[in-house]
Protein backbone atom coordinates (compact mmCIF):
# COMPACT_ATOMS: atom_id res chain seq x y z
CA UNK A 1 0.00 0.00 0.00
CA UNK A 2 1.10 3.40 -0.78
CA UNK A 3 1.89 6.17 1.72
CA UNK A 4 -1.11 8.72 3.01
CA UNK A 5 -0.47 11.65 3.66
CA UNK A 6 -1.74 13.42 6.79
CA UNK A 7 -5.20 14.67 4.75
CA UNK A 8 -5.87 11.28 3.42
CA UNK A 9 -5.34 9.73 7.27
CA UNK A 10 -7.74 12.78 8.11
CA UNK A 11 -10.52 11.22 5.53
CA UNK A 12 -9.61 7.81 6.27
CA UNK A 13 -10.81 8.87 10.09
CA UNK A 14 -14.07 10.56 8.74
CA UNK A 15 -14.46 7.38 6.52
CA UNK A 16 -14.80 5.07 8.98
CA UNK A 17 -16.62 7.31 11.58
CA UNK A 18 -19.64 7.82 8.80
CA UNK A 19 -19.42 3.89 8.06
CA UNK A 20 -19.35 2.72 11.83
CA UNK A 21 -22.41 5.55 12.60
CA UNK A 22 -24.97 4.63 9.79
CA UNK A 23 -26.49 1.83 11.95
CA UNK A 24 -26.83 3.92 15.42
CA UNK A 25 -28.52 6.71 12.73
CA UNK A 26 -31.68 4.72 11.25
CA UNK A 27 -29.36 2.49 8.49
CA UNK A 28 -28.65 -0.80 7.81
CA UNK A 29 -26.07 -1.26 9.86
CA UNK A 30 -24.14 -3.72 6.99
CA UNK A 31 -21.46 -0.78 6.65
CA UNK A 32 -20.04 -2.37 9.82
CA UNK A 33 -18.57 -5.09 7.30
CA UNK A 34 -16.27 -2.70 6.05
CA UNK A 35 -15.99 0.19 9.07
CA UNK A 36 -13.03 -0.39 10.61
CA UNK A 37 -11.13 -1.06 6.96
CA UNK A 38 -9.83 2.48 6.91
CA UNK A 39 -8.48 2.25 10.42
CA UNK A 40 -6.38 -0.67 8.89
CA UNK A 41 -5.33 1.10 6.10
CA UNK A 42 -3.98 3.93 8.31
CA UNK A 43 -2.22 0.87 10.39
CA UNK A 44 -0.61 -0.69 7.36
CA UNK A 45 1.06 2.63 6.62
CA UNK A 46 2.78 3.43 9.89
CA UNK A 47 6.21 1.95 11.19
CA UNK A 48 6.69 0.06 14.29
CA UNK A 49 8.25 3.23 15.97
CA UNK A 50 7.08 4.35 19.03
CA UNK A 51 6.80 7.77 17.13
CA UNK A 52 4.03 6.06 14.85
CA UNK A 53 2.84 3.95 17.63
CA UNK A 54 1.57 7.29 19.20
CA UNK A 55 -0.12 8.63 16.13
CA UNK A 56 -1.47 5.55 15.72
CA UNK A 57 -3.47 5.75 18.49
CA UNK A 58 -4.27 9.48 18.29
CA UNK A 59 -6.00 8.50 14.67
CA UNK A 60 -7.71 5.24 16.70
CA UNK A 61 -9.09 7.82 19.32
CA UNK A 62 -10.05 10.37 17.49
CA UNK A 63 -12.38 7.45 15.34
CA UNK A 64 -14.00 6.18 17.92
CA UNK A 65 -14.56 9.51 19.89
CA UNK A 66 -16.02 11.05 16.48
CA UNK A 67 -18.04 7.90 16.37
CA UNK A 68 -19.46 8.00 20.28
CA UNK A 69 -20.62 12.03 19.63
CA UNK A 70 -22.40 11.14 16.04
CA UNK A 71 -24.04 8.38 17.98
CA UNK A 72 -25.02 9.07 21.76
CA UNK A 73 -24.66 13.09 21.50
CA UNK A 74 -28.37 13.43 22.41
CA UNK A 75 -28.09 11.65 25.86
CA UNK A 76 -26.26 15.29 26.85
CA UNK A 77 -30.12 16.36 26.68
CA UNK A 78 -30.69 14.83 30.49
CA UNK A 79 -27.16 15.17 31.42
CA UNK A 80 -24.20 17.08 29.96
CA UNK A 81 -22.05 14.34 31.57
CA UNK A 82 -23.57 11.43 29.81
CA UNK A 83 -22.19 11.22 26.18
CA UNK A 84 -18.52 12.39 27.53
CA UNK A 85 -17.95 9.82 30.52
CA UNK A 86 -19.35 7.10 27.68
CA UNK A 87 -17.37 8.35 24.81
CA UNK A 88 -14.10 8.36 26.80
CA UNK A 89 -14.96 5.13 28.54
CA UNK A 90 -16.33 3.43 25.82
CA UNK A 91 -13.51 4.78 23.18
CA UNK A 92 -10.72 3.44 25.62
CA UNK A 93 -12.20 -0.70 25.50
CA UNK A 94 -12.11 -0.10 21.66
CA UNK A 95 -8.61 1.34 21.69
CA UNK A 96 -7.53 -1.50 23.53
CA UNK A 97 -7.93 -3.93 20.47
CA UNK A 98 -6.93 -1.54 17.96
CA UNK A 99 -3.39 -0.82 19.76
CA UNK A 100 -3.11 -4.18 20.61
CA UNK A 101 -3.55 -5.45 17.14
CA UNK A 102 -0.80 -2.84 15.21
CA UNK A 103 1.45 -3.50 17.99
CA UNK A 104 1.66 -7.20 17.18
CA UNK A 105 1.13 -6.61 13.41
CA UNK A 106 4.34 -5.60 13.36
CA UNK A 107 6.42 -7.94 15.03
CA UNK A 108 4.38 -10.97 14.78
CA UNK A 109 2.52 -13.45 12.15
CA UNK A 110 -0.30 -11.68 10.62
CA UNK A 111 -2.74 -14.27 11.41
CA UNK A 112 -1.90 -13.56 15.24
CA UNK A 113 -2.43 -9.50 14.84
CA UNK A 114 -6.05 -10.28 13.43
CA UNK A 115 -6.35 -13.09 15.97
CA UNK A 116 -6.13 -10.71 18.80
CA UNK A 117 -7.76 -7.48 17.24
CA UNK A 118 -10.74 -9.84 16.89
CA UNK A 119 -11.27 -11.48 20.10
CA UNK A 120 -9.63 -8.48 22.48
CA UNK A 121 -12.02 -6.34 20.71
CA UNK A 122 -15.15 -8.58 22.10
CA UNK A 123 -13.70 -9.16 25.46
CA UNK A 124 -13.73 -5.68 26.03
CA UNK A 125 -16.92 -5.25 24.86
CA UNK A 126 -18.31 -7.95 27.17
CA UNK A 127 -16.45 -6.28 29.92
CA UNK A 128 -17.86 -3.32 29.26
CA UNK A 129 -21.34 -5.10 28.66
CA UNK A 130 -20.89 -7.42 32.30
CA UNK A 131 -19.98 -4.29 34.70
CA UNK A 132 -22.78 -3.21 37.28
CA UNK A 133 -22.19 0.41 37.08
CA UNK A 134 -19.73 1.60 34.52
CA UNK A 135 -21.69 0.33 31.80
CA UNK A 136 -23.29 1.75 28.46
CA UNK A 137 -23.15 -1.29 25.85
CA UNK A 138 -24.80 1.39 23.45
CA UNK A 139 -22.24 0.92 20.81
CA UNK A 140 -21.25 -2.35 20.34
CA UNK A 141 -20.86 -3.66 17.10
CA UNK A 142 -23.61 -6.16 17.66
CA UNK A 143 -25.98 -3.55 17.80
CA UNK A 144 -25.53 -1.86 14.79
CA UNK A 145 -27.46 -4.75 13.06
CA UNK A 146 -30.74 -3.42 14.67
CA UNK A 147 -31.97 -1.78 11.57
CA UNK A 148 -30.87 -4.98 9.59
CA UNK A 149 -32.94 -7.82 11.43
CA UNK A 150 -33.52 -9.98 8.35
CA UNK A 151 -29.52 -10.53 8.12
CA UNK A 152 -28.61 -11.83 11.85
CA UNK A 153 -31.68 -14.13 12.85
CA UNK A 154 -28.58 -16.40 14.13
CA UNK A 155 -28.69 -13.76 17.02
CA UNK A 156 -30.89 -16.91 18.44
CA UNK A 157 -28.15 -19.02 18.88
CA UNK A 158 -24.84 -15.98 19.36
CA UNK A 159 -26.20 -13.16 20.68
CA UNK A 160 -24.91 -9.77 19.66
CA UNK A 161 -21.67 -10.79 20.09
CA UNK A 162 -21.92 -12.65 17.04
CA UNK A 163 -22.83 -9.92 15.58
CA UNK A 164 -19.47 -8.08 16.68
CA UNK A 165 -17.47 -11.63 15.23
CA UNK A 166 -19.37 -10.78 11.71
CA UNK A 167 -18.36 -7.31 11.92
CA UNK A 168 -14.63 -7.86 12.94
CA UNK A 169 -13.85 -10.86 10.94
CA UNK A 170 -15.34 -9.34 7.78
CA UNK A 171 -13.37 -5.98 8.00
CA UNK A 172 -10.36 -8.34 8.49
CA UNK A 173 -11.12 -10.64 5.25
CA UNK A 174 -12.04 -7.27 3.52
CA UNK A 175 -8.55 -5.53 4.20
CA UNK A 176 -6.89 -8.53 3.22
CA UNK A 177 -8.33 -8.07 -0.32
CA UNK A 178 -6.72 -4.73 -0.51
CA UNK A 179 -3.41 -5.90 1.31
CA UNK A 180 -2.48 -8.91 -0.82
CA UNK A 181 -5.00 -8.77 -3.88
CA UNK A 182 -5.75 -12.60 -4.23
CA UNK A 183 -8.13 -14.85 -5.02
CA UNK A 184 -7.75 -16.86 -1.74
CA UNK A 185 -8.84 -13.66 0.08
CA UNK A 186 -11.65 -13.15 -2.06
CA UNK A 187 -13.24 -16.15 -2.11
CA UNK A 188 -12.72 -16.26 1.65
CA UNK A 189 -14.50 -12.31 2.27
CA UNK A 190 -17.21 -13.41 0.37
CA UNK A 191 -17.67 -16.26 2.32
CA UNK A 192 -17.47 -14.16 5.90
CA UNK A 193 -20.33 -11.90 4.31
CA UNK A 194 -22.83 -14.07 2.78
CA UNK A 195 -22.90 -17.05 4.31
CA UNK A 196 -24.36 -15.20 7.66
CA UNK A 197 -27.01 -13.46 5.37
CA UNK A 198 -27.91 -17.03 3.59
CA UNK A 199 -28.13 -18.85 7.40
CA UNK A 200 -30.00 -15.80 8.63
CA UNK A 201 -32.76 -15.81 5.37
CA UNK A 202 -33.06 -19.22 5.75
CA UNK A 203 -33.38 -19.29 9.53
CA UNK A 204 -36.50 -16.46 8.87
CA UNK A 205 -37.60 -18.56 5.67
CA UNK A 206 -38.08 -21.66 7.91
CA UNK A 207 -39.17 -20.17 10.91
CA UNK A 208 -42.82 -21.25 12.23
CA UNK A 209 -44.88 -19.11 14.26
CA UNK A 210 -46.49 -20.08 17.62
CA UNK A 211 -50.55 -21.14 17.56
CA UNK A 212 -50.52 -19.85 21.29
CA UNK A 213 -51.35 -17.03 21.54
CA UNK A 214 -52.39 -13.93 24.45
CA UNK A 215 -53.92 -10.28 23.70
CA UNK A 216 -52.06 -7.67 25.29
CA UNK A 217 -52.44 -3.70 25.24
CA UNK A 218 -49.79 -1.27 25.84
CA UNK A 219 -50.66 2.66 26.99
CA UNK A 220 -48.92 5.53 25.73
CA UNK A 221 -49.82 8.60 28.08
CA UNK A 222 -47.36 11.00 26.70
CA UNK A 223 -47.11 12.79 29.92
CA UNK A 224 -43.83 15.40 30.34
CA UNK A 225 -41.21 13.98 32.23
CA UNK A 226 -39.99 16.80 34.25
CA UNK A 227 -42.39 18.32 36.95
CA UNK A 228 -41.78 22.14 35.37
CA UNK A 229 -42.82 20.61 31.60
CA UNK A 230 -45.59 19.57 33.49
CA UNK A 231 -46.99 22.40 34.88
CA UNK A 232 -46.18 24.69 31.11
CA UNK A 233 -48.83 21.40 29.87
CA UNK A 234 -51.04 21.67 32.44
CA UNK A 235 -50.84 18.11 33.00
CA UNK A 236 -48.99 18.19 36.74
CA UNK A 237 -51.93 15.55 37.69
CA UNK A 238 -52.67 13.36 34.39
CA UNK A 239 -55.03 10.84 36.23
CA UNK A 240 -57.86 11.32 34.13
CA UNK A 241 -56.31 11.13 30.74
CA UNK A 242 -54.64 7.52 32.37
CA UNK A 243 -58.00 6.83 33.25
CA UNK A 244 -59.61 7.54 29.63
CA UNK A 245 -56.67 5.61 28.23
CA UNK A 246 -57.23 2.85 30.21
CA UNK A 247 -61.06 2.86 29.46
CA UNK A 248 -59.68 1.99 25.96
CA UNK A 249 -58.27 -1.63 26.43
CA UNK A 250 -60.56 -4.40 25.04
CA UNK A 251 -61.74 -6.22 27.99
CA UNK A 252 -60.12 -9.50 26.06
CA UNK A 253 -56.61 -8.04 26.95
CA UNK A 254 -54.61 -10.53 29.28
CA UNK A 255 -52.13 -7.48 30.24
CA UNK A 256 -52.25 -4.22 30.01
CA UNK A 257 -48.73 -1.95 30.38
CA UNK A 258 -48.30 1.24 31.12
CA UNK A 259 -45.24 2.83 31.08
CA UNK A 260 -41.81 2.72 33.70
CA UNK A 261 -42.39 4.91 36.23
CA UNK A 262 -46.12 5.84 35.49
CA UNK A 263 -47.38 5.80 38.95
CA UNK A 264 -44.42 7.94 39.58
CA UNK A 265 -46.60 10.89 37.59
CA UNK A 266 -49.76 10.75 39.94
CA UNK A 267 -48.92 12.94 42.62
CA UNK A 268 -51.02 10.98 45.17
CA UNK A 269 -48.75 8.30 44.66
CA UNK A 270 -44.60 9.63 44.99
CA UNK A 271 -42.68 6.56 46.28
CA UNK A 272 -44.46 3.66 47.67
CA UNK A 273 -43.35 1.84 50.58
CA UNK A 274 -44.27 -2.25 49.41
CA UNK A 275 -45.78 -3.12 52.69
CA UNK A 276 -48.23 -0.09 52.22
CA UNK A 277 -49.33 -0.68 48.54
CA UNK A 278 -52.49 -1.60 49.78
CA UNK A 279 -53.48 1.97 50.96
CA UNK A 280 -53.03 2.83 47.35
CA UNK A 281 -55.80 0.30 46.35
CA UNK A 282 -58.26 2.75 45.91
CA UNK A 283 -56.47 4.51 42.65
CA UNK A 284 -54.96 1.72 41.20
CA UNK A 285 -58.93 -0.01 40.97
CA UNK A 286 -59.92 3.54 39.77
CA UNK A 287 -57.28 2.77 36.89
CA UNK A 288 -57.99 -0.97 36.40
CA UNK A 289 -62.07 -0.03 36.17
CA UNK A 290 -64.61 -2.49 36.34
CA UNK A 291 -65.09 -3.23 32.75
CA UNK A 292 -61.48 -5.46 32.77
CA UNK A 293 -62.23 -8.18 35.18
CA UNK A 294 -59.45 -10.85 34.29
CA UNK A 295 -57.13 -8.24 32.90
CA UNK A 296 -53.75 -7.48 34.86
CA UNK A 297 -52.44 -3.95 34.71
CA UNK A 298 -48.01 -3.53 34.61
CA UNK A 299 -47.44 -0.61 35.48
CA UNK A 300 -44.09 1.01 36.11
CA UNK A 301 -43.50 2.51 40.04
CA UNK A 302 -40.83 4.22 42.62
CA UNK A 303 -41.35 1.91 45.52
CA UNK A 304 -39.32 1.86 48.61
CA UNK A 305 -38.14 -1.13 51.21
CA UNK A 306 -37.52 0.08 54.76
CA UNK A 307 -34.68 -1.50 56.84
CA UNK A 308 -35.20 0.39 60.32
CA UNK A 309 -32.39 0.54 62.29
CA UNK A 310 -29.86 -1.56 59.82
CA UNK A 311 -28.02 -0.86 56.52
CA UNK A 312 -29.37 -3.90 55.26
CA UNK A 313 -27.41 -3.12 51.44
CA UNK A 314 -24.74 -1.33 50.55
CA UNK A 315 -27.22 1.00 48.29
CA UNK A 316 -29.11 1.80 51.38
CA UNK A 317 -29.60 5.41 52.15
CA UNK A 318 -30.49 6.82 55.20
CA UNK A 319 -33.22 9.51 56.56
CA UNK A 320 -33.25 10.37 59.92
CA UNK A 321 -36.40 9.68 61.73
CA UNK A 322 -37.37 7.09 58.65
CA UNK A 323 -34.41 4.77 59.03
CA UNK A 324 -32.22 2.97 56.55
CA UNK A 325 -34.22 2.60 52.93
CA UNK A 326 -33.79 1.30 49.32
CA UNK A 327 -35.44 2.87 46.57
CA UNK A 328 -36.23 0.77 43.59
CA UNK A 329 -37.47 1.25 40.14
CA UNK A 330 -40.20 -1.26 39.89
CA UNK A 331 -42.94 -2.94 37.91
CA UNK A 332 -45.82 -3.77 40.10
CA UNK A 333 -48.56 -6.58 38.68
CA UNK A 334 -52.15 -5.23 39.82
CA UNK A 335 -55.24 -7.22 39.33
CA UNK A 336 -58.53 -6.10 38.76
CA UNK A 337 -59.55 -4.97 42.21
CA UNK A 338 -56.77 -2.75 42.52
CA UNK A 339 -53.76 -5.23 44.58
CA UNK A 340 -50.37 -5.24 43.42
CA UNK A 341 -49.97 -9.22 43.37
CA UNK A 342 -46.18 -9.12 41.98
CA UNK A 343 -43.27 -6.89 42.13
CA UNK A 344 -40.54 -6.86 40.17
CA UNK A 345 -37.10 -4.23 40.86
CA UNK A 346 -35.49 -3.22 38.03
CA UNK A 347 -31.90 -5.01 37.88
CA UNK A 348 -30.02 -3.02 35.43
CA UNK A 349 -29.32 1.05 36.54
CA UNK A 350 -28.86 3.53 34.00
CA UNK A 351 -25.13 5.02 35.36
CA UNK A 352 -25.07 8.47 36.54
CA UNK A 353 -28.69 8.36 36.99
CA UNK A 354 -29.74 5.10 39.20
CA UNK A 355 -26.56 3.58 39.44
CA UNK A 356 -24.02 6.33 40.70
CA UNK A 357 -20.33 5.84 40.32
CA UNK A 358 -17.94 7.90 43.13
CA UNK A 359 -21.41 9.00 44.17
CA UNK A 360 -19.74 11.60 46.85
CA UNK A 361 -18.67 13.27 43.25
CA UNK A 362 -21.21 12.62 41.08
CA UNK A 363 -24.08 13.32 43.31
CA UNK A 364 -24.21 17.21 41.67
CA UNK A 365 -25.14 14.95 37.81
CA UNK A 366 -28.18 13.44 39.47
CA UNK A 367 -31.05 14.06 37.16
CA UNK A 368 -34.38 13.06 37.48
CA UNK A 369 -35.85 10.61 34.68
CA UNK A 370 -39.76 10.44 35.72
CA UNK A 371 -39.65 10.17 39.26
CA UNK A 372 -36.08 8.60 40.41
CA UNK A 373 -32.52 9.51 40.79
CA UNK A 374 -29.37 8.80 42.72
CA UNK A 375 -28.29 5.65 43.92
CA UNK A 376 -31.52 3.04 43.59
CA UNK A 377 -31.60 -0.75 44.85
CA UNK A 378 -30.49 -3.31 42.32
CA UNK A 379 -33.23 -6.05 42.16
CA UNK A 380 -31.94 -9.75 42.17
CA UNK A 381 -34.40 -11.96 40.41
CA UNK A 382 -35.85 -12.36 37.22
CA UNK A 383 -39.66 -12.43 38.46
CA UNK A 384 -42.22 -13.79 36.11
CA UNK A 385 -45.71 -12.07 36.30
CA UNK A 386 -48.93 -14.58 35.47
CA UNK A 387 -52.33 -13.73 34.65
CA UNK A 388 -54.48 -17.23 33.13
CA UNK A 389 -51.52 -19.16 32.49
CA UNK A 390 -49.62 -16.77 30.19
CA UNK A 391 -46.37 -15.66 31.70
CA UNK A 392 -44.88 -12.88 30.96
CA UNK A 393 -41.54 -11.17 31.68
CA UNK A 394 -41.67 -7.53 32.92
CA UNK A 395 -38.62 -5.81 31.78
CA UNK A 396 -37.72 -1.80 32.57
CA UNK A 397 -36.20 0.55 29.50
CA UNK A 398 -32.15 0.07 29.96
CA UNK A 399 -32.82 -3.51 30.29
CA UNK A 400 -33.19 -3.52 26.67
CA UNK A 401 -29.20 -3.16 26.09
CA UNK A 402 -28.04 -6.12 28.15
CA UNK A 403 -29.32 -9.27 25.80
CA UNK A 404 -27.38 -12.00 28.74
CA UNK A 405 -29.96 -9.95 31.26
CA UNK A 406 -32.98 -9.83 29.26
CA UNK A 407 -32.60 -13.48 28.17
CA UNK A 408 -32.75 -14.15 32.27
CA UNK A 409 -36.64 -13.57 31.86
CA UNK A 410 -36.99 -16.60 28.89
CA UNK A 411 -35.19 -19.17 31.29
CA UNK A 412 -37.16 -18.60 34.46
CA UNK A 413 -40.54 -19.28 32.03
CA UNK A 414 -41.28 -15.95 29.99
CA UNK A 415 -43.64 -17.08 26.90
CA UNK A 416 -43.63 -13.76 26.20
CA UNK A 417 -42.22 -10.02 26.79
CA UNK A 418 -43.19 -7.04 28.23
CA UNK A 419 -41.07 -3.84 27.98
CA UNK A 420 -42.15 -0.46 29.68
CA UNK A 421 -39.84 2.54 29.39
CA UNK A 422 -39.45 6.33 29.66
CA UNK A 423 -38.11 7.85 26.68
CA UNK A 424 -39.53 11.13 26.85
CA UNK A 425 -36.86 12.93 28.60
CA UNK A 426 -33.85 12.44 25.62
CA UNK A 427 -36.04 14.41 23.53
CA UNK A 428 -37.39 13.73 19.73
CA UNK A 429 -33.80 12.40 18.74
CA UNK A 430 -32.47 9.00 18.22
CA UNK A 431 -32.10 7.77 21.06
CA UNK A 432 -35.82 6.25 21.86
CA UNK A 433 -35.94 4.85 18.31
CA UNK A 434 -32.60 2.91 18.51
CA UNK A 435 -34.20 1.68 22.11
CA UNK A 436 -36.90 0.00 20.12
CA UNK A 437 -35.28 -1.24 17.93
CA UNK A 438 -32.69 -2.85 20.15
CA UNK A 439 -35.87 -4.64 21.31
CA UNK A 440 -36.13 -5.90 17.91
CA UNK A 441 -33.04 -7.97 18.41
CA UNK A 442 -33.41 -9.35 22.05
CA UNK A 443 -36.73 -10.73 20.46
CA UNK A 444 -34.74 -12.64 18.01
CA UNK A 445 -32.02 -13.93 20.69
CA UNK A 446 -34.72 -14.75 22.84
CA UNK A 447 -37.43 -15.69 20.51
CA UNK A 448 -39.82 -13.70 22.21
CA UNK A 449 -42.37 -11.62 21.29
CA UNK A 450 -42.25 -8.10 22.76
CA UNK A 451 -44.58 -5.55 23.99
CA UNK A 452 -43.16 -2.23 24.67
CA UNK A 453 -45.05 0.79 26.53
CA UNK A 454 -43.00 4.30 26.63
CA UNK A 455 -44.30 7.40 27.88
CA UNK A 456 -43.92 9.09 24.57
CA UNK A 457 -42.11 7.26 21.77
CA UNK A 458 -42.55 3.95 20.33
CA UNK A 459 -44.93 2.28 21.86
CA UNK A 460 -45.87 -1.19 20.07
CA UNK A 461 -45.14 -4.72 19.47
CA UNK A 462 -42.42 -7.38 17.74
CA UNK A 463 -42.26 -10.70 16.94
CA UNK A 464 -40.00 -13.09 17.46
CA UNK A 465 -38.43 -12.81 14.43
CA UNK A 466 -37.51 -8.72 14.83
CA UNK A 467 -40.29 -7.59 12.97
CA UNK A 468 -42.17 -4.62 14.49
CA UNK A 469 -46.23 -5.87 14.42
CA UNK A 470 -49.24 -3.81 13.59
CA UNK A 471 -49.44 0.04 14.76
CA UNK A 472 -46.76 1.93 16.66
CA UNK A 473 -47.31 4.99 18.89
CA UNK A 474 -44.30 7.56 17.83
CA UNK A 475 -43.16 10.35 19.49
CA UNK A 476 -45.75 12.77 21.27
CA UNK A 477 -48.39 10.71 20.20
CA UNK A 478 -50.89 9.46 22.94
CA UNK A 479 -53.09 6.29 22.88
CA UNK A 480 -53.84 2.36 23.15
CA UNK A 481 -52.67 -0.21 21.26
CA UNK A 482 -54.01 -4.22 21.50
CA UNK A 483 -51.99 -7.15 19.52
CA UNK A 484 -52.29 -10.47 19.56
CA UNK A 485 -48.85 -11.72 20.43
CA UNK A 486 -46.94 -15.54 20.12
CA UNK A 487 -46.57 -17.43 23.12
CA UNK A 488 -43.16 -19.54 23.17
CA UNK A 489 -41.70 -22.21 25.80
CA UNK A 490 -38.73 -23.10 24.25
CA UNK A 491 -35.57 -21.68 24.91
CA UNK A 492 -33.05 -20.84 22.17
CA UNK A 493 -29.34 -21.70 22.48
CA UNK A 494 -28.73 -18.02 23.64
CA UNK A 495 -31.40 -18.19 26.50
CA UNK A 496 -29.41 -21.44 27.64
CA UNK A 497 -25.93 -20.37 27.14
CA UNK A 498 -26.01 -16.42 26.99
CA UNK A 499 -22.86 -14.52 25.61
CA UNK A 500 -20.80 -17.82 25.57
CA UNK A 501 -18.79 -16.52 22.50
CA UNK A 502 -17.62 -13.23 24.18
CA UNK A 503 -16.55 -15.81 26.94
CA UNK A 504 -14.46 -17.86 23.83
CA UNK A 505 -13.32 -14.97 22.64
CA UNK A 506 -12.09 -14.10 26.48
CA UNK A 507 -10.26 -17.11 26.66
CA UNK A 508 -8.54 -17.25 22.80
CA UNK A 509 -7.52 -13.79 23.44
CA UNK A 510 -5.20 -14.72 26.68
CA UNK A 511 -4.40 -17.82 24.83
CA UNK A 512 -2.97 -15.34 21.92
CA UNK A 513 -1.30 -13.10 24.29
CA UNK A 514 0.18 -15.80 26.31
CA UNK A 515 1.40 -17.28 22.52
CA UNK A 516 2.66 -13.91 21.10
CA UNK A 517 5.08 -13.50 24.69
CA UNK A 518 6.40 -16.91 23.87
CA UNK A 519 6.67 -15.95 20.11
CA UNK A 520 8.99 -12.64 21.10
CA UNK A 521 10.95 -14.71 23.38
CA UNK A 522 12.05 -17.40 20.84
CA UNK A 523 12.49 -14.99 18.25
CA UNK A 524 14.88 -12.78 20.35
CA UNK A 525 16.45 -16.01 21.42
CA UNK A 526 16.37 -16.74 17.06
CA UNK A 527 14.78 -19.21 16.99
CA UNK A 528 11.73 -18.37 14.69
CA UNK A 529 12.26 -16.29 11.35
Given at each position: ?25 G ?7 V ?70 SK ?16 A ?6 S ?16 GAT ?66 I ?9 Y?D ?8 D ?41 A ?5 K ?12 I ?12 K ?69 E ?8 V ?18 F ?9 L ?14 R??D???L ?15 G ?10 SL ?10 V ?39 R ?9
Amino acid sequence: MRQHSTLHKLLLVLLSVALLSIGWLGGTGLTLLVGLVPLLIISENLSDSTRDFWRMCGWGALTFLLWSAATIWWVWIATPLGPIAAGIVGSFYNLCALMVYHYTSKRAPRALAYTLLVTIWIATEWAYNSADVMTFPWLLLGHGFSGATWAVQWYEYTGIFGGSLWALTANVAIFEILRTHTTTAKVRAAMIVLLPIVLSLTLLWCYTPSLRTAEISVIQPNVPCYEDERLTAGKFDPTADVQELMAQVPESSTFVLMPESALAYLPKMGSIEERHLAAYTPLLKSLQGDSHPTTKLIAGASTIIRYGDVKATDTAHHYEGYGWYDQYNSALLINSEGETEDIYHKGKLVIGVEAVPLKSIFDTFEVDLGGVSGQLGWGKEHTIFTNNGVKIGPSICYEGLYGGYFAGFAREGAEVMALISNDGWWGNTPGHRRLFDFCRLRAIETRRAIARSANTGISGFITPTGKSLGERLEWDEEGVLTQSLELRSERSIYTLYGDWIARCATLIAVLSLMYYTAYRTRKRNNLVD
